[in-house]
Nanobody, 125 residues
Framework: QLQLVESGGGLVQPGGSMTLSCAAS????????MAWFRQAPGKEREALSC???????NYLSNAKGRFTTSRDNAKGMVYPKMTSLQTEDAAVYYC???????????????????WGQGTQVTVSS
């Protein structure tokens, strides 16, 4: 059974850093791209980054320069490190899996995979 479990969220001060985790199981992780999204209260879910099976990365403008995503294929883990966090970064962060990082972030979403519970990131002083 495919499972994605996000963790590592919490409270961070503005300007601070945080590294999230996504634990994947139930599918050939080393052959899949992994993408990160977030959703703030009252807003639509937005894409952030995608890392392909060979660890090539694609960051959208809302993450570029501040987010660094890595993966450990042996452990089935993905780690987005976020720096210079601001209040507008507060959201629930989600990971998902797909066969590749398609050109459009809409293509990063796999309709066959349900969203997990996500992990809450709160940015506040």
């Amino acid at each position: 059974q495919l499972q994605l479990v996000e963790s590592g969220g919490g409270l961070v001060q503005p300007g601070g850093s945080m590294t999230l985790s996504c634990a994947a199981s139930g599918f050939p992780f080393d052959k899949y791209a992994m993408a990160w999204f977030r959703q703030a209260p009252g807003k639509e879910r937005e894409a952030l980054s995608c890392i392909n099976a060979r660890a090539g990365t694609n960051y959208l403008s809302n993450a570029k320069g501040r987010f660094t995503t890595s993966r450990d294929n042996a452990k089935g883990m993905v780690y987005p490190k976020m720096t210079s966090l601001q209040t507008e970064d507060a959201a629930v962060y989600y990971c998902t899996a797909n066969v590749e990082c398609r050109a459009s972030p809409i293509g990063w979403i796999n309709p066959e995979i349900s969203w997990g519970q996500g992990t809450q990131v709160t940015v506040s002083s």
